[in-house]
């Protein structure tokens, strides 16, 4: 029998297969399951600061104004709580039996691309929840034309100022995760 090889496959079956490094995935994960826990630790230190602004300052909010910080600090508790589940995974609170942290690292990875892309697209929606809060304001006559003004020129400015660098961020990390995921896919195909 000849031995008649093709040369692509001889070169094939001598490339060298790079095992994964296991211990510096086992880095990344301890490192993002630090990073998530912060991340839910921010969360819901905020959440709770803007509860107790509202429930000490009760008394010099009128009925709508209270019932308008009451929905926004609803939304914000729905996000903190969505958040929050997306970061099950590095936090430990997974309900699916999954054996190995790549596993894990994986799916965390997939849902801080769901992070970011929430992160990116929150801007706009802040943006129409204080034109709206502000409108309310306006309409039932809460506050007077100069006083409504000298709240919202400064608060949207700093809004316009900080969400573009804030789209921006969320934009790279979820680049960032996009890659790192297409790597651990890579390294979990061996």
Do not use: C
Not at 43 to 49: C, E
Request: charged letters at 20%; hydrophobic letters at 50%; aromatic letters at 14%.
């Amino acid at each position: 029998m000849p031995n008649n090889q093709d040369p692509l496959s001889l070169l094939w079956h001598q490339q060298e297969v790079q095992k994964p490094d296991y211990q510096a995935l086992q880095i990344s994960w301890n490192k993002m399951r630090v990073k998530q826990r912060f991340y839910v630790l921010f969360d819901v230190l905020s959440v709770l600061v803007a509860f107790f602004i509202i429930w000490f300052n009760k008394e010099k909010l009128d009925d709508f104004t209270m019932g308008l910080m009451a929905i926004v600090l609803l939304i914000a508790i729905s996000t903190v709580i969505y958040l929050t589940w997306l970061r099950r995974f590095s936090l430990g609170w997974s309900n699916q039996n999954t054996a190995m942290y790549m596993q894990q690292l994986k799916k965390q990875l997939e849902n801080n691309i769901k992070i970011a892309n929430l992160s990116m697209h929150s801007g706009w929606a802040i943006i129409v929840l204080l034109v709206t809060f502000y409108g309310g304001l306006y309409i039932y006559e809460v506050f007077t034309p100069d006083q409504l003004l000298k709240k919202i020129y400064p608060t949207l400015t700093i809004h316009f100022l900080l969400l573009p660098s804030i789209w921006f961020w969320a934009k790279r990390r979820k680049q960032r995760f996009v890659k790192e995921l297409s790597e651990l896919n890579k390294i979990l195909e061996l």
